[in-house]
Every structure is written in structure tokens, then in C-alpha cells.
């Protein structure tokens, strides 16, 4: 095959040739290739990464070029990498079979075994995207079957090398897949919606690649994994906040439970009164970053603080967090623009339609009535606008970003398509380009503002939901887990109906919330789970916050609930617990998990221990009365150890944790290791 670039570990002289991308232009498909050459000197990202970019004429008579575009960082074997098509002339982008014709790259694995790593699964059992990973076996190859990924790993004598690309979506609704053939050569190719047709390329506009990665490391997938895990965490992202172990806590529970259990509205708690208090409270258990969700302004699109709820626009909110050192964090519907703001007059063009409806509005949690607005339009820039002032007028430096389904805009006049496509491919391509449309957002926001973090909601199926979205911000991971629905069960009995109830199944306080919560922490092996933030409950009695303190600090490091009703030994619990962890946080994030047992059983053991410095902690959970013991994988440090009650600790003559831990019932035990 022809050969775009070849990746090379240096210790073997092991070669792995990647062969360029091919598209159709005008009705004809083009291999992208040709003679490149380096264009200036490499540009200096941040520390350790830098940007390197090669161009080759393709077709000297139109003046088409491909740019290949890499991202290198010195202490990863992970490089990234995208394609930039230019022309002098104007050509455009084809589908003469009706469907993407787009290749963007070739491989073999001629001599590996394949393992296809899915990250988009959504497990309707705990209601979140839970990670997959499956053999590819050769049936698949040999019937030319198609995987979704987006990560492929293959492991050989050699080695093991990983190729992945950076978008996302559910399985199995492919924008992207590997596809195979009976040679075991894989194919890298679009689905639907990488480009619609007559895209144009030309002067004035050119087609941007999403970005893809390679990568090899001597020894096996594991290995692979630690690196990969290592890319995720320090080099991927260069809005390195998103990376930072804060604990978080967001209202959003208590404005639940007041509205089921107390018969009030969503934003009656949402004041500046409630928010003072539980500040007080959320300094006192060891919050950094305190987030109020929705209600804390007075329409969508404009983004402007309530001032009937927050008679000083947030100033009391921001100094009383100044002065614990805490961050403040806003929600925010991205895709909302109410009827009469600004933003929306400004941006009627802006609306999300379908099928050539007329756009309709609608209420936004009880403020209100909304537009969708269409973040693949001259909407996107606007919004990243809006958070910028925020972030210099307000002092807000985190944005939870709730309600962005993957589907939903097929307008003509935006930028995913034209009246001459039809009215399937305009959707495919917002579907497409709404993900890094939403990147685009975060990434101007973090350029302008380096302190922001942006945590994307993904709590529903339907999201964009991969490593796409990872290189810019991070994912708000579970809600309150299943609804009654997913079960088949009655609410209450059979008069009651779904609206009349929360809906929600999992929102009391003990060990089952707990088990839903942390079922995703598998993802860890390959993404640290601090970019999976998930909430657990801080409610008495003692033995369900034990549950909880044990599994947020695991790194989903989230809160919420009614603090104020938490007792002061409850809060100090917290306090003390969470005051000792961020001793070792940066330790457990560094470390990858390792899970011994199972969600739910007796007894289900997590370890997070740096090996490099024996820091880190282990959390064990029990759901019946017994008594465990659980030796470290990982020599532990030899300074403080700190142990919740029931927890007795030792080391042997290999500096390994012998941990002898008693239950009266379901609870759990926390040991760390400073």
C-alpha cells in the first residue's frame, strides 16, 4: 500500500506504516498524497508538546494540498494527528454512491490479535455509558465486518499498538468505524456525516479532519493502557484544569427533593439565602469548586444573574467562596436562547429546525420559554462570547453543560449543509459537526480564560459521548442512575402516574445508589475517572457516608444533596475524610484502579496507589456483615496512614498494605496512604 508516514519504535526498529487518506472531489475519488515537506519550525503547544505540520501538492493544476498536522508530546508514545485540504481552485466535496467516501487511513495487523475498545456503550442496567472491551475475531475479518471503536488495539510479540479517532456518539450509531478485510488490514473510514455533498474546498474554505492517534509501546495491552491512561491525563488536553481533582458540588439534589419530596418548585432553594448557607456547609465538608444549577439567571442566552434571587448579582455568592478559596461554578443549556434575549434576537437565523417546521419555544425549568440554538452556525462564537464575560464579570470559572443531544438541527441555512442536500444528510452532518463545534466553544473559552473547566453532561443516552470531546473538557457521567422505566416498575401503584413522582430510582442514601455510581470506574483503566465526574450522597447515618466518602474520593469526586439537613458529625466526617485525601489526590489520579471483586459483592476492593511513591488509598466496600483481609498489589509509603473506624493496617516484609477490615453490615472502610 502507499505510505503516508510510518510510526517507529526505536528500541525493536518495529515500522508501522499508515497509508494516506483518499476522498472524492468533483465525482472522483483522490489519494491524498505526495511529496511533503516540513512547514517552518514546530510551534511550542506548552511544555513538552508541540505542533508539527507538513504539506504536499496533490494536484499541482488545481492547487489542491494536503497539510498533515501532528501533536507530539516528548514523554507519550500517543501522537495525534488530522488532515487540512486546500485548493486554489473551488472543488467540492462528493457522495456519487449517496454515501461518505472518505478513508482516513490504512493499517495492518497482519501479525496481532485485535481487541476493539468501545468507550459509548450505554448500559440501561445503571442508565450510563459504561466501557466495552471486545476481541475482533477473524470471522470478522474474514466477512470484511466493520467495529466501531473509536480505539483499535492490537498486540503482538513485538508489541502493541493502538489507533484511535477523536469524535464520539452511542453504539452503535458509527459516524466512524475499522473497517476489515481477510488480510487483516484495517481501514479507518467515514460512516455518514464526515461531510455533506458539495461541501466546497476552495478558496476561502478548506475541510479540517477530526483528529486521529496512533501509538505503540513494548509489552501488552495493559501497558498499553497505562500509557494510553498517561495521554489522557497530561498530554491530550491543553486546558489542563479539566485534569485538576477538585471536589465538586452541585444544588441540583436538594432542588430535586424539594420539588418530590416537599411539593415546591425546582428553583424555590435557588437564592441567594439557601446558597450562602450551604456555601458555609460545603467549606466545612471540603468542597473546592461549589455549582449551582439551574435557575441562577434570569433568562437563557443572555446569561445575566437573577437579581430577584440574587439581589448583588452574585457578589456575596463570589466572596464568601473567595474567602474559603473555593471556585464557582454555573450551569448552563448551551443550546438555549430565550425568546426575547438578545442572543436569540441577534440570532434568529440560529435556530435549530427540522424538516422545515417552524422553530417553537419552550419553557427552561421554570424560567423562560427557549429556543434551540444551532451550535454548528455563526451561534457558536456568540455563546463562547457569552462565557468568556462571564467568566471576567462574574467570576465563574466552571460551566456544567446540560441538554445536547447529538441530533436535532437540519436547517439549509447553517453550516452543516445546504438546500441541495437532503434533509438525512444535513442531520447526519450536524450530528457530525456538533462535537467539535461544542470543542471549538471550550477551546476559545480556555484560551481566553486558562482557569475555566468545562464538564459536559452525559447522563442520558444520545450524547456525544467518545474521546472527541475529552481533548477540551470533561463528562459529567451519572445523574441519578435509572429511571423506573428501565425496570418496567410501577412508581407507586397503578394510579400513579410517572409526572406525579421522581422518577428517579436511586436517590435515597445506603449502599445501592453507591453501586450504580461507581459501575463505571472501569473506564479508568484506559481514562482516569476525575474526568468522569459523578455525584454520591453526603446523608446520615455514618454507614452510608462512609459508602459515599469511600467512592467519590476513587475520583469521580462529586457531591450534592441536602447539606444543610447533614449532621455537624456528618459534615466533619466529610471534612476530615476529604481533608486527608487531598493530601494523596494527585497520587489516586495518577494511578490506575484496580478492582478486586465485584459492584455489590463482599468483599469489592479498590486500590489507587501510585507505584512510583506508594501514595494513594484503598477503599474496600462490603454489602453484608463479615470480615476481610486485602493485601496490596503496590508497596505502600512507610509515612502516616489513615484509616476510617474498623480498619486495621499493617505492612509485611515487601511493604505491601495488609488491611483487616471488619463490617457489622453494608459499609465500607478508607485507608490512605500519605
Not at 440560529?350 to 454548528?376: F, K
Not at 466553544?441 to 459521548?465: H, K, M, N, Q
Not at 484496580?594 to 496507589?609: A, F, Q
Amino acid at each position: 500500500m502507499d505510505v503516508l508516514f510510518t510510526y517507529t519504535i526505536t528500541a525493536t526498529g518495529r515500522v508501522v506504516s499508515f497509508a494516506p487518506p483518499r476522498i472524492e472531489l468533483d465525482g472522483r475519488e483522490v489519494c491524498l498524497t505526495g511529496q511533503f515537506a516540513l512547514c517552518g519550525p514546530p510551534v511550542e503547544l506548552r511544555a513538552g508538546v508541540r505542533e508539527y505540520r507538513f504539506a504536499a501538492p496533490v494536484e499541482r493544476q488545481t492547487g489542491l494540498t494536503l497539510t498533515l498536522a501532528f501533536i507530539i508530546a516528548e514523554a507519550s508514545p500517543i501522537v495525534r494527528f488530522r488532515y487540512i485540504l486546500e485548493s486554489v481552485q473551488a472543488r467540492t466535496l462528493t457522495k456519487t454512491s449517496g454515501v461518505d467516501s472518505l478513508v482516513y487511513t490504512s493499517f495492518s495487523v497482519e501479525d496481532s490479535s485485535a481487541t476493539e475498545i468501545r468507550f459509548a456503550e450505554f448500559s440501561h442496567v445503571v442508565h450510563s455509558f459504561t466501557l466495552s472491551e471486545a476481541p475482533v475475531e477473524q470471522k470478522q475479518f474474514d466477512n470484511n465486518e466493520a467495529v466501531m471503536g473509536p480505539m483499535l488495539v492490537s498486540e503482538a510479540d513485538w508489541g502493541t499498538m493502538l489507533v484511535a479517532y477523536e469524535h464520539g456518539s452511542q453504539v452503535p450509531d458509527a459516524f466512524i468505524d475499522f473497517k476489515l478485510s481477510p488480510d487483516r488490514k484495517v481501514t479507518l473510514k467515514a460512516n455518514k456525516g464526515n461531510y455533506y455533498d458539495g461541501q466546497p474546498v476552495g478558496p476561502g474554505a478548506s475541510y479540517c479532519s477530526i483528529w486521529l492517534e496512533a501509538g505503540a509501546v513494548l509489552g501488552g495491552q495493559d501497558d498499553m493502557a497505562d500509557a494510553y491512561r498517561d495521554f489522557v491525563l497530561r498530554w491530550m488536553c491543553p486546558n489542563t484544569e479539566s485534569r485538576k481533582p477538585y471536589i465538586f458540588y452541585n444544588t441540583w439534589a436538594y432542588q430535586e427533593r424539594n420539588r418530590w419530596y416537599n411539593g415546591q418548585k425546582f428553583l424555590t432553594s435557588m437564592h441567594q439565602e439557601r446558597m450562602l448557607a450551604e456555601i458555609d456547609a460545603a467549606h466545612e465538608m471540603g468542597v473546592d469548586v461549589f455549582v449551582l444549577d439551574t435557575g441562577w439567571y434570569e433568562k437563557t442566552g443572555d446569561w445575566r444573574v437573577n437579581l430577584e434571587r440574587f439581589p448583588d448579582g452574585l457578589a456575596s455568592v463570589k466572596a464568601k467562596l473567595d474567602e474559603y478559596g473555593m471556585k464557582l461554578g454555573l450551569w448552563f443549556d448551551p443550546l438555549a436562547a430565550a425568546d426575547t434575549s438578545s442572543m436569540c434576537l441577534n440570532h434568529l437565523d440560529c435556530r435549530i429546525t427540522r424538516n422545515g417546521d417552524e422553530p417553537t419555544a419552550h419553557e427552561i425549568w421554570e424560567t423562560q420559554a427557549s429556543y434551540r440554538m444551532c451550535l454548528v452556525s455563526r451561534y457558536a462564537d456568540a455563546f463562547a462570547d457569552e462565557l468568556i464575560r462571564l467568566v471576567r464579570e462574574v467570576g465563574v470559572t466552571y460551566f456544567k453543560w446540560d441538554g445536547i443531544h447529538q441530533y436535532g438541527c437540519s436547517d439549509p441555512g447553517h453550516n452543516h449543509g445546504t438546500a441541495a442536500a437532503t434533509e438525512k444528510e444535513r442531520l447526519d452532518s450536524y450530528a457530525f459537526q456538533m462535537g467539535p463545534a461544542m470543542s471549538a466553544v471550550v477551546d476559545r473559552l480556555c484560551a481566553a480564560c486558562p482557569e475555566a473547566i468545562v464538564d459536559f453532561d452525559v447522563t442520558e443516552g444520545g450524547r456525544y459521548v467518545g474521546l472527541g470531546f475529552l481533548a477540551s473538557g470533561k463528562y459529567f457521567l451519572v445523574n441519578n442512575g435509572p429511571y423506573f422505566q428501565n425496570y418496567d416498575m410501577r412508581s407507586l401503584d397503578r394510579k400513579t402516574s410517572l409526572d406525579q413522582v421522581w422518577s428517579n430510582i436511586f436517590v435515597h442514601p445506603g449502599p445501592a445508589r453507591a453501586w450504580i455510581c461507581r459501575t463505571p470506574l472501569t473506564f479508568d483503566k484506559w481514562i482516569p475517572s476525575v474526568l468522569f465526574l459523578t455525584h454520591y450522597l453526603p446523608d446520615d447515618p455514618e454507614t452510608s457516608q462512609w459508602i459515599n466518602i469511600a467512592s467519590l474520593v476513587l475520583g469521580q469526586n462529586g457531591i450534592w444533596g441536602d447539606l444543610l439537613d447533614v449532621s455537624d458529625d456528618g459534615k466533619h466526617r466529610f471534612g476530615e475524610a476529604l481533608d486527608a485525601y487531598k493530601s494523596v489526590r494527585d497520587d489516586v489520579t495518577t494511578a490506575t484502579l484496580k478492582l478486586t471483586g465485584k459492584v455489590s459483592g463482599t468483599p469489592e476492593v479498590y486500590e489507587k496507589i501510585n507505584p512510583a511513591t506508594g501514595r494513594g488509598l484503598v477503599s474496600i466496600f462490603a454489602s453484608s456483615g463479615s470480615n476481610c483481609r486485602y493485601i496490596t498489589q503496590a508497596s505502600v509509603a512507610a509515612g502516616a496512614i489513615w484509616a476510617s473506624p474498623g480498619a486495621h493496617v499493617r505492612q509485611d516484609d515487601a511493604g505491601r498494605a495488609i488491611i483487616d477490615a471488619s463490617f457489622d453490615g453494608a459499609g465500607a472502610k478508607l485507608i490512605m496512604f500519605r
